[in-house]
């Protein structure tokens, strides 16, 4: 039976498709990687269990970036990014000011995340279909 991602990962894909957390992609599009690699490391993310630590989340993340074929670099990059955000961010003691500029970081961050749910949809057939949220 398959394990669901740890809560800051699923805390990312929520936000990413709630479209909640606005985040710019950033990077190139220097990537090129393997359609069938990049799938694999979205099952590993998948597969992580709800006790990995964060900084081991963010690594498995940061596989997919890595893998990540031309067509959705850019976007994975940017999306390590925001969980590297959401990592760093005190939520506990943040001002309603605060949490307002988090939130409202960058207007593209629903784009980015839809065009890789997009993509992984319609090229990883292993990936659950609650995967993204």
Avoid: Y
Avoid at 12 to 29: K, Q, R, V
Avoid at 30 to 36: D, L
Avoid at 56 to 79: R, T
Wanted: charged share 25%.
């Amino acid at each position: 039976m398959r394990q669901r991602a740890s809560r800051p990962i699923r805390l990312a894909m929520g936000l990413a498709a709630s479209g909640t957390l606005a985040l710019a992609a950033c990077g190139d599009d220097s990537g090129g990687g393997s359609t069938e690699a990049f799938c694999d490391d979205l099952l590993a993310v998948n597969e992580a269990s709800d006790d990995i630590s964060d900084e081991d989340g963010l690594a498995l993340l940061q596989a997919a970036a890595d893998s990540a074929p031309s067509e959705i670099s850019s976007e994975m990059d940017g999306f390590v990014a925001m969980f590297e955000q959401v990592l760093a961010f005190d939520v506990a003691a943040a001002t309603d000011e605060e949490m307002a500029e988090f939130t409202n970081s960058a207007p593209d961050f629903e784009k980015t995340t839809t065009k890789i749910e997009e993509f992984a949809t319609e090229n990883c057939p292993d990936l659950p279909a609650d995967f993204f949220g």
